[in-house]
């Protein structure tokens, strides 16, 4: 059961337009959800993180929407430049509970940008 | 950011040995370091939570006799795959935290095993 879903396997923007990728989630009791980026062969990179007591989170071109009704995320990144292409994934934990959890990942996304 | 460094990149072994992984955190000391596994075109799958010090905590489906954890110091954490099959050629990753700090995770570069 995938508890965190990223449905568009890969998404394609024009330089200098939006990009946005969107993730959902089952388990309520997430309640941190972070963006990593990921170019093959190499570990996830950090991008930007939102805890569920906000519903927007920006860091410079990145913004990460969050709507716990709908259990629903998305990453906007404008303008996109090529070096955004890459694997996005979204992840979840739940660290109301204390302690260290492990993170639940999404498949990803694979965004492509085009010159 | 803090760098997590992994060793090695990538492994190519014969089938019935074992391997040895090794994660460092190169300037931060990592309380808890977590091992997951990436099969082709899936999402990366938790495989287990070590903290310094302690026992690894394993996720189910996960035999903790063949994927050997060992985190004996706050920089260094290991994944011992052993008797490796081919089945257990996958993308290993490990990433480390410092829950003190309350930092985000950071990744290692990987490492691609293959069993032959």
């Known amino acids: 059961d995938q508890q965190v879903k990223q449905n568009s396997p890969s998404l394609s923007v024009q330089e200098g337009r939006i990009s946005i990728l969107n993730c959902d989630y089952t388990?309520?009791?997430?309640?941190?959800f972070l963006w990593y980026k990921k170019y093959p062969a190499e570990g996830p990179t950090f991008l930007i993180s939102i805890s569920s007591i906000k519903d927007k989170n920006e860091d410079g071109r990145f913004t990460v929407f969050l709507n716990k009704s709908a259990k629903h995320l998305s990453l906007h990144i404008v303008p996109s430049q090529p070096g955004d292409s890459a694997v996005y994934f979204c992840a979840a934990s739940a660290r109301a509970g204390g302690g260290a959890d492990g993170l639940t990942f999404g498949k990803g996304t694979h965004l492509i940008i085009q010159p | 950011g803090a760098v997590v460094s992994q060793h090695p990149s990538r492994v190519i072994c014969k089938s019935g040995t074992s391997v040895k992984i090794e994660c460092r955190s190169l300037d931060f000391q990592a309380t808890t370091m977590f091992w997951y596994r990436q099969f082709p075109k899936q999402s990366l799958m938790l495989m287990a939570t070590?903290?310094?010090?302690?026992?690894?905590?394993?996720e189910q489906g996960v035999e903790k006799d063949k994927f050997l954890i060992n985190h004996a110091s706050l920089t260094l954490s290991t994944l011992t795959v052993t008797s490796a099959h081919p089945e257990d050629s996958s993308f290993y990753i490990c990433?480390?935290?410092?829950?003190?700090?309350?930092?985000?995770?950071?990744f290692g570069q990987g490492t691609r095993l293959t069993v032959v």
């Open positions: 070590s903290n310094e010090g302690s026992k690894a905590t394993y």
């Open positions: 990433s480390a935290q410092d829950l003190v700090g309350n930092t985000e995770a950071f």
């Open positions: 388990n309520s009791m997430f309640d941190y």
